[in-house]
């Protein structure tokens, strides 16, 4: 299992992103967490219906380096974020480049640039993608915390998981959640929607 | 919870979609099975990967159809197969579209329009999009069966399953999945990937 | 997978009930909800242990509605309320009506009739059954809510979910269920003994 | 939690039966195995099914043993088969018949009559449940194993659970079920319904 | 089953452990709870973490007896608490001697020696296993809370669970995790680190 | 959440080990999969009772290896055994020791030292450790299979999974785990207790 030789077994591997939950929820008692797959979904959503109301966004290519932007997962893992401390830096960053090279073998190169493109993060479709990588996880946070998991609070205190890639459509929903956050803590057993 | 008012209000309903499992699999015994978020994920890929090596096919265009091609089950349910048959005809294309209206209320008219070219399937687009659905379906089976899951060969006998929409690419992806699957049932608890 | 042919092929597929969620606490995050089997056997036992105390019903036709009350859902799942508002006026009977005329071809036509009366509602039977429906609904919201789920408010304002078919033994228990949620409200980690 | 002091504390604890799981099946693997609550359920329905061909069963006081037979189980727990060959002959049944008395405390004395009657077995109504109680585990076991589940076969050979009560009714649907299972040992990855 | 031929059998037997859940969790609505194989490993690390603490401890042999203390668990099950009040005085612990006579067959008597002595409880090791027993039950409950699940109160009030073996280690540790559990209290929607 | 301050904050860190599901049964669909801690237990268990028969050997020693041998785990995750080649050489193994300072800081330097034994693998203990820690993987591949699990023939193919460590007695009980392999796949609906 390493060069996927056809698109088939490239099709067929997939199927497994299914199977990695998100670590972070898998840690702190999340029940039937998100899976990677799901994550990605909402985050390729978000960049499309975010996407359109940005001036200057290549709508298509931000969509494609979403789809892409947590495939090496499949491989190596959804390390915890405290891992970083403890592996070498930059071996992370490595080891995901080398998975998505083996995995998306049968796709032309593009495949693989629009991945390059991500973790380098400087053009605006990349960095649309990192603001909603982290947009998502306070969107499920904040579902997860309405549906009465208790242990989510070191999210919402971390400033990491609100960089906004200087898109105000995206900080503008970043307070919101905010907000509704600071009254849900009121009524601990109410519901997200009201 | 009717027509959603902002954005964020869709961003948050939609993460429950991953709490709607595909009942074909739930009702076969499959365990922890495929959401509907992780089915949509990968027929989007699918018509990302083949999309490119069909001539004609907006790409883009098609990507956004996937997108949005199953998203009323958040709110009427994946209904298993069996039930079409119980329901007046035509009352679930209804009840779906009219879920849509008012689950994407604060998006573009767009978004509603990709989703009636989904249901009426006409253009190249929509059948890249259906024909995926379905390769990804058989996709799904040979690894829940390469697993181990006993029940599922009414799916490779419904002809309806394999639907290409007239695309050589699929057809072929489905003739080796066939090939894949007969080698299976000779050696009944080997990988997929041999 | 029509109409049943034998009473085995029934007994078979009955045991698929156990597969199908109660979609109202799937969608709420409820983990592990109660399947329709568990939901029935509630409700049944509810039944036997209020229709005793109410003069004029026949305890035993009683029981064997509420045994047949959902069986329905085996073949067209347990649409979610909101999915009511979508669906064409009336399609749902309908469906659940066609859908135990095939699945209970095996036993004599009274079954069917069992169900047509609840389905009609107007006997002092149907009209338990239905009752103890809704309370064993509130019962489990209870129990729910006491194991630290968040978000089943809603059931709580929803009137619909209160209908005590004019028996003065399930208002009662409504009532009760009632004052130790308001308990359970100001003391919100606390069991639903004390 | 001892004695219940009314019936809202019967029906809240009774909801806790659903996550009693029957022992036999967790400990051979099977997923997400059946609860106590879907146990009984089917015991019922098939008492109530196949009662009406029986000549002499008295149906409505068979469906009531059914419906109390395996309740103590939520306070005992489901012992595993082998447990029998360790605790003390008769204690099992003693704290059975102790259990019940104080959960059955706000029901008529007659509730306890009806486990009484299945403990000693010897009317037709109690040997009924009894043969149903087993002929359900062997339905339940072809399903679990048309799903694909590989462990199950002690249950095929220990003739204790094919204990049919003398009833023709119900050794016919063993015989039938053998049948099946044979012809799903030659063809191992094939669906019960075939 | 019954007396194990060889130490290979007992190996295969042992995995079965990790499908028998702490029942006091499971009836309390807690996801995916503990098996008696974590239950049995975090014991086993409290006593080795403190046990180097406290003079004159055989550490070795504390952790052997911690490594046996709960394997009749796997033929008997988990009990409920409330289920010793049911069963006949010492029943149980007849059950549990018989269970691990037959289970540690292929061993050395010395090991089901030191199962004696953890019944017995006299020496400091087996008491000091004894309360690391409870210790752990303490711990995981407030992780379980710090988590989200509600109804564990019953827990911290049953004096029983406190019994600390005369070890100052221990008793002190059960004191630090009240003082944090009243913390919680006031924060109920707080990460147990904080 | 760097340096664990107090015993306390590690206790109640290790609860989240059960939280850890060894990858490589997550990604060939086994449902349920054994935690680390599980694994780590039934490591432990193998070791004391192998370890025993084996002279030379300081069972003692042998155990506690045995014991902290997996615990990185519980900062860096369970990375699938495909990840190692993509990591830089030696990464991971500094990663663990980096955690493992963090993680039992509040344990004297000798707990430590027990891990870094394990990780050079040069004493006939730490041998040992190694040894039963793929013994412990055939042994739950096994029982995995005979429940029903299709796709884990990798795992008996691969050599680096049956490394005995030298020992007569692991070897033996990989020849003995191979032959029960073999009749299995004969008759693979079988237990594998025949």
Redesign the interface.
């Known amino acids: 299992?390493?060069r996927n030789d056809t698109?088939?077994?490239?099709?067929?591997e997939?199927?497994?992103l299914?199977?990695?939950p998100r670590?972070g929820y898998?840690?702190?008692?999340?029940?039937?967490p998100?899976?990677v797959?799901?994550h990605?979904?909402?985050v390729?959503?978000?960049v499309?219906?975010?996407g359109?109301r940005i001036e200057g966004i290549d709508?298509?290519r931000a969509?494609?380096i979403a789809?892409v932007h947590d495939l090496s997962e499949l491989?190596?893992?959804?390390?915890?974020q405290?891992?970083s401390?403890?592996?070498?830096e930059g071996?992370?960053k490595?080891?995901?480049l080398?998975?998505m090279h083996d995995l998306l073998a049968p796709?032309?190169e593009r495949a693989l640039d629009l991945y390059r493109e991500y973790q380098q993060g400087t053009t605006p479709e990349a960095r649309l993608v990192k603001a909603c990588d982290k947009l998502q996880l306070i969107?499920?946070v904040?579902?997860?915390?309405?549906?009465?998991?208790?242990?989510?609070?070191?999210f919402w205190e971390n400033p990491n998981n609100f960089i906004d890639g200087g898109f105000t459509e995206v900080r503008e929903?970043f307070e919101?959640?905010r907000r509704r956050k600071a009254k849900r803590?009121d009524r601990?057993?109410?519901?997200?929607?009201?």
């Open positions: 299992m390493r698109l088939l077994d490239l099709f067929l997939l199927q497994i299914d199977r990695v670590s898998v840690l702190r008692g999340v029940h039937d998100e899976s797959t799901e990605s979904w909402h390729l959503f978000l499309w219906a975010l359109t709508l298509s969509v494609e789809l491989r190596i893992g959804d390390l915890p405290v891992a401390h403890y592996f070498p071996s992370k490595l080891a995901e080398a998975t796709l032309p969107v499920k904040s579902v997860y915390e309405s549906w009465g998991t208790g242990a989510l609070s070191e929903l919101a959640l803590t601990p057993l109410d519901d997200h929607r009201r």
